[in-house]
């Protein structure tokens, strides 16, 4: 109720749909498999790692994003209400077949190490991304390529700032966008990545 009433008071009827159906539907698919992950994996929270990995270097931490309330905000005001048909007509076409599945999503029978492995993977994270692209360009735009434009934007600040070592902490599909976008418009020093 408190996600679908920020989404309401962010963005009337297409915020509440955001907040419901793509955040709460993530938010839900991910405590699907907490219990799982938490019993199984050695290290669940690849935040908290980087985070830890920071920490070790006493290293400047930036973990930009945007407060839900303003992607809310973003997604009303950009998605029309075709974007919403063409994004659930293209869900149920993976959901019965019809179409090939994000990469990204647990596969039938996956075992959630398997799963873990592949999703931390830079080219599954790759085609995840190519995938969001072509079903529905809009969404994209507004989850992935503006997200990375405001992640670059913190990184370049923060690396132009003399605050000495800095970790910016993005999701593997922001990475080569972030990456792309530090090395183009936003930063030309010594920045080092690793994948």
């Not at 907040?19 to 938010?27: C, H």
């Not at 498999?33 to 930036?62: G, H, M, W, Y």
């Not at 972030?178 to 990545?193: I, N, P």
């Amino acid at each position: 109720p408190a996600l679908a009433e920020r989404g309401w008071s962010s963005g009337g009827l297409s915020g509440l749909i955001f907040a419901v159906v793509i955040v709460g539907g993530s938010l839900f698919k991910r405590s699907m498999s907490a219990n799982e992950e938490e019993q199984t994996l050695p290290r669940r929270d690849e935040f908290a790692a980087a985070i830890e990995a920071a920490d070790a270097v006493n290293a400047k931490i930036i973990a930009a994003d945007y407060e839900i309330d303003e992607l809310i905000g973003i997604a009303a005001r950009t998605l029309s209400p075709i974007n919403w048909v063409s994004m659930g007509l293209a869900t149920i076409a993976e959901q019965i077949g019809l179409r090939s599945a994000d990469p990204i999503r647990r596969q039938k029978n996956e075992s959630v190490v398997d799963w873990s492995l592949r999703r931390r993977n830079i080219e599954t994270a790759r085609s995840s991304r190519v995938h969001g692209e072509e079903v529905s360009p809009e969404f994209s735009k507004i989850l992935v390529n503006d997200r990375d434009d405001y992640f670059a934007q913190c990184c370049s600040k923060a690396l132009t700032s003399d605050a000495g070592p800095v970790v910016c902490i993005v999701g593997l599909v922001h990475l080569d966008g972030v990456v792309q976008r530090l090395s183009e418009h936003c930063y030309t020093g010594d920045a080092k990545h690793q994948e």
